[in-house]
């Protein structure tokens, strides 16, 4: 079993930044892939970023692309998001995943392993 622990989230200003990290413990292996996505109220959980297990291979949502960075410390067993120039609409819970398999990191069934969410609200 693996255990995920998201942190970082918060209130910030339109245009400001935040990172997020998600901590993994229990049965961990640098070769998963690891994901965030997000949701928002009355939305579905949508992908925003993933991460190779080795970290050489990125994937981000379009809106994502440019503001967010994805990251991955596998000595310390923890992933991070860094986000820049946040919008009000990327307001949401933000969730960090792990799935055992590289396939089709974009989709929500794909992963194993989901953390509890951290909150992210970007005031205008």
């Known amino acids: 079993q693996v255990q995920l622990v998201e942190s970082g989230g918060g209130l910030v200003q339109a245009g400001g930044s935040l990172r997020l990290s998600c901590a993994a413990s229990g049965r961990t292996s640098s070769n998963y892939v690891m994901g965030w996505f997000r949701q928002a109220p009355g939305k579905e959980r949508e992908f925003v970023a993933a991460i190779s297990g080795g970290g050489g291979t990125t994937y981000y949502q379009n809106s994502a692309k440019g503001r967010f960075t994805i990251s991955r410390d596998n000595a310390k067993n923890t992933v991070y998001l860094q986000m820049n120039s946040l919008k009000p609409e990327d307001t949401a819970v933000y969730y960090c995943?792990?799935?055992?398999?590289?396939?089709?990191?974009?989709?929500?069934?794909?992963?194993?392993?989901w953390g509890q969410g951290t909150q992210v609200t970007v005031s205008s």
């Open positions: 995943a792990a799935a055992r398999s590289g396939n089709s990191a974009a989709y929500k069934s794909s992963y194993d392993y």
